[in-house]
């Protein structure tokens, strides 16, 4: 496996109303973004194209809204910044 072009942990991962993990995962690699729990069990990962990423209007600074494969993830970073960043970096360029 190559190495992650972008890696938090810590990430407090949650569906809808109900906490995944507070402790999880997210992980840029190879094209795609994986969402995993504290122990590395995968949560959900879709390839970067199908991915939509943006920062909720009315939240906390550190929140970060994911949706893959039809789910919504919210996702609490400690910069979701890089995150945005990372993502649109790792995506390839549109034909």
Sequence with gaps: MAEPEFN???VRIER???SLTRAGQ???????LALLTSYGTEIDSAPLQAVQAH???FAARDRALATLNGH???LTLGAP???FK???AARPPHP
Excluded: H, Q
């Design 8 to 10: 938090a942990t810590g």
């Design 16 to 18: 809808w109303l109900r």
């Design 26 to 32: 997210v992980v840029i690699s190879d094209g795609r």
């Design 55 to 57: 920062k909720p209007l």
């Design 72 to 74: 919504r993830y919210s």
């Design 81 to 83: 910044e890089l995150f």
């Design 86 to 88: 990372a993502l649109e």
